[in-house]
């Protein structure tokens, strides 16, 4: 297990922005892969960011390139999500997520440990 807790949540105007933090007890070190995921009701949760533990590689959904980015703490224990230019249909409960295998697993598969997650409402 890879404790996850993620906080920043709330509501913002559209156009405004927003900053989530996950802090990860036990550090960063051996966690391949930790990313944010979005759910809106009645959906599937999706992967909105995600960065590698080696290279740093990040990886958006297309709904929120050049909006998001995703960055890991210098304290090595935090990750957070950069959230501009916010829209309405940014809504959506985020969860704090890792996995400790190799990045190509998780193509199509969901990270093996989960944050408790924090509701961003996008509404004026």
């Known amino acids: 297990q890879v404790p996850l807790v993620a906080s920043g949540g709330g509501l913002v105007q559209p156009g405004g922005a927003r900053g989530l933090s996950c802090a990860v007890s036990?550090?960063?070190?051996?966690?391949?892969?930790i990313g944010w995921y979005g759910q809106v009701p009645a959906e599937q949760r999706e992967l909105v960011a995600s960065?590698?533990?080696?290279?740093?590689?990040?990886n958006y959904a297309d709904s929120v390139k050049g909006r998001f980015t995703i960055s890991r703490g210098d304290d090595q224990n935090t990750v957070y999500l950069q959230m501009n230019s916010l829209k309405p249909e940014d809504t959506a409960i985020y969860y704090c997520?890792?996995?400790?295998?190799?990045?190509?697993?998780?193509?199509?598969?969901?990270?093996?440990?989960w944050g408790q997650g924090t509701q961003v409402t996008v509404s004026s």
């Open positions: 997520a890792a996995g400790d295998r190799p990045y190509e697993y998780y193509s199509g598969r969901y990270y093996d440990y």
């Open positions: 036990g550090g960063l070190f051996s966690i391949n892969n």
């Open positions: 960065i590698t533990e080696v290279g740093s590689r990040t």
